[in-house]
């Protein structure tokens, strides 16, 4: 076996399983998909975006690449800023788009760094596969082109925007190929000369004209200072092994291990039981207590990881679990394992995208500023030159042994971290199948609310009333992220509701 990869859709996979093919080690490959994505699932990723990768090697352990996005300065008093509603079928969730909506973007600084530093490929063929579709042509997935369909209102928002994606006056779908010439020039050029093209070269030029002309708060000075920060990842034990996962200023992978710090002690037989749904359910809501009082106000001061270790700390908020249960919430992600035991787990994301095409690049900007999730409070409550705290959290498990056992993420926003703690639980405490636990019906508490997938009973769902307002969804739903996970032993799973996949590469 050569390796295995998880990402959102078939063609991302098959462009990081060449690399896979081709001698190429995880690096490669995840780098390969990442690329490869922005093409294949259009509405959840792109260059203009960012994201966060962990790696681990058999020789140095775990780093995790942080190339999210920046917070610019606010240059323009009346940024172009406006709100459209995207439509998840059971529930509607405000976005705000436009040239003002725009962070400082770190995807293409972070492929190139994570290329230097670990690939083993050279950068011509790790943008082959996506360069190959760009000009050849591809064919959306019905469940990919249905995400246009769903975020019509900003892919119309701006010419450009609807000139890439409309250019024929009807919206891209599934039924004819999609090209982007201009994102495979650009390919070809940032395979010469890296990230500099992006960040120092003509194409900041261009950023920093359109970006003055949309009244937009992007500058080439903000491009030019941007920087991938190699952090340490948070380390926990997990039911004998160990959780590893994004650090702050990143909000989720602390929430996560939070959560499962709460569960860690309960003893139960199965996940669909009555017990364990309310312990989950109620370490979700004390989760989001603890994210108000603790995290949001502290993601920046270096120390919040300690509060982990804090036994009174922990158990203040398992004594607040226990009084509850007395009274009884566009993203993708890339997951590889290698034949040498090296795994990159990688979430990244463009938001909903800005409705700014880059000319002559065909990459969409993101919409960072314009994510609820991320600026819950207030357009700029995060000061200028400040990584945007996100929710994403890639994350592995180790063995006893500290051997991979694991690889996982989410998209999804704020349900990236139930989604995850979720999949992790029935996997490894429940010993269910990762195609099981990927697929499984999942819960999410979101502002004292909570959303279900079918497949619960109903007097689950019936005690659940008593205490929260429940939406029961209809179907297995994005809304509640999507799962792309492999494990050590070469199995792996893609998430249905988001359309992944995988490949496995014999050796």
């Not at 909903?352 to 900007?365: A, D, R, Y």
Request: net charge negative; proline share 7%.
């Amino acid at each position: 076996m050569k390796g295995i990869i998880a990402a959102g859709d078939r063609l991302t996979a098959q462009a990081g399983a060449r690399m896979l093919e081709e001698g190429g080690n995880a690096f490669d490959a995840a780098c390969a998909a990442m690329l490869a994505a922005p093409l294949c699932e259009p509405m959840l990723t792109s260059l203009g975006g960012g994201g966060f990768m962990l790696t681990h090697t058999p020789e140095s352990g775990e780093a995790l690449y942080d190339f999210f996005v920046d917070v610019p300065p606010k240059r323009v008093e009346v940024p172009d800023f406006f709100p459209i509603d995207v439509d998840f079928g059971t529930t509607i969730q405000e976005f705000h788009i436009g040239a003002g909506s725009t962070a400082v973007p770190g995807m293409i600084a972070g492929i190139d760094r994570i290329h230097r530093d670990l690939g083993s490929l050279p950068m011509e063929r790790i943008v082959a596969p996506a360069l190959e579709y760009a000009r050849d042509g591809i064919t959306l997935t019905p469940l990919q082109a249905s995400f246009v369909g769903l975020l019509e209102p900003i892919l119309r928002s701006t010419s450009d925007s609807e000139a890439l994606y409309a250019p024929d006056g009807s919206l891209i779908d599934a039924t004819r190929p999609l090209t982007n010439p201009d994102y495979g020039d650009f390919l070809e050029a940032f395979a010469q000369e890296g990230a500099e093209l992006f960040y120092r070269g003509k194409i900041a030029e261009r950023i920093d004209r359109i970006y003055r002309e949309r009244h937009g708060l992007l500058r080439r000075e903000d491009l030019e200072r941007y920087e991938v920060k190699i952090r340490r990842p948070i380390r926990f034990d997990y039911r004998e092994m160990t959780f590893v996962t994004n650090p702050p200023p990143s909000a989720g992978g602390i929430l996560i291990a939070f959560t499962l710090r709460l569960l860690e002690s309960g003893e139960y037989k199965r996940p669909e039981s009555l017990e364990y749904v309310r312990d989950l359910i109620e370490s979700m809501a004390v989760t989001a207590e603890f994210r108000r009082t603790h995290v949001d106000p502290n993601l920046h001061d270096g120390h919040l990881e300690q509060v982990l270790k804090d036994p009174d700390l922990l158990a203040h908020y398992l004594l607040s679990r226990q009084s509850r249960i007395s009274l009884w919430g566009n993203t993708t992600h890339i997951s590889v394992v290698d034949a040498q035991g090296n795994c990159a787990s990688v979430t990244s994301t463009n938001g909903e995208g800005s409705g700014v095409v880059v000319p002559g690049t065909g990459i969409m900007m993101n919409n960072m500023l314009g994510e609820e999730d991320l600026n819950p409070h207030g357009f700029f409550r995060w000061p200028a030159g400040v990584r945007l705290p996100s929710m994403m959290a890639p994350s592995l498990v180790l063995d006893p042994r500290g051997r991979p056992l694991l690889v996982l993420g989410s998209a999804g926003s704020n349900r990236i971290r139930s989604a995850i703690v979720e999949v992790a639980e029935r996997f490894c405490r429940f010993d269910q199948s990762i195609v099981n636990a990927v697929n499984a019906p999942r819960i999410h508490f979101e502002r004292d609310e909570l959303f279900f997938e079918p497949g619960y009973a109903p007097e689950i769902l019936q005690s659940a009333r008593k205490r929260y307002p429940v939406t029961e969804f209809d179907d297995l739903s994005l809304f509640f992220g999507g799962v792309n996970a492999v494990t050590g032993d070469f199995d792996g799973a893609g998430d249905s509701r988001r359309g992944g996949a995988v490949i496995r590469v014999d050796g």
